[in-house]
């Protein structure tokens, strides 16, 4: 059972990036409730979105309107797209997998390995 993200790197501010995290090994992987956050260097992990079972969303207020949470259940991958970047979004990207939705990382108890986004000009 493994989460992986891919799709990071580095983009100018204004430019945009799509997030992908594959989940394997699940039974029934689209009853899980999946999240993304982000920890950038000398700050604490912090909930951007996530999506659930049903296709409900929630996203952090500094992500509002930019970002883009969605699923493909066929393929058992979660999507995030992310428009109008900003440095302060410069940091590592994880993916997570829960039974109950928020954005509260201790819900989640697995983990992908994490993408780096950089957002600078």
């Known amino acids: 059972v493994q989460l992986v993200e891919s799709g990071g790197g580095l983009v100018q501010p204004g430019g945009s990036l799509r997030l992908s995290c594959a989940a394997s090994?699940?039974?029934?992987?689209?009853?899980?409730?999946i999240g993304w956050f982000r920890q950038a260097p000398g700050k604490e992990r912090e909930g951007v979105s996530c999506?659930?079972?049903?296709?409900?969303?929630d996203y952090a207020d500094s992500v509002k309107g930019r970002f883009t949470i969605s699923r493909d259940n066929a393929k058992n991958t979660v999507y995030l797209q992310m428009n109008s970047l900003k440095p302060e979004d410069t940091a590592v990207y994880y993916c997570?997998?829960?039974?109950?939705?928020?954005?509260?990382?201790?819900?989640?108890?697995?983990w992908g390995q994490g993408t780096q986004v950089t957002v600078s000009s």
């Open positions: 090994g699940f039974v029934d992987g689209d009853s899980y409730v």
């Open positions: 999506i659930s079972r049903a296709g409900s969303t």
């Open positions: 997570a997998a829960a039974l109950s939705s928020g954005l509260w990382s201790i819900l989640y108890d697995l």
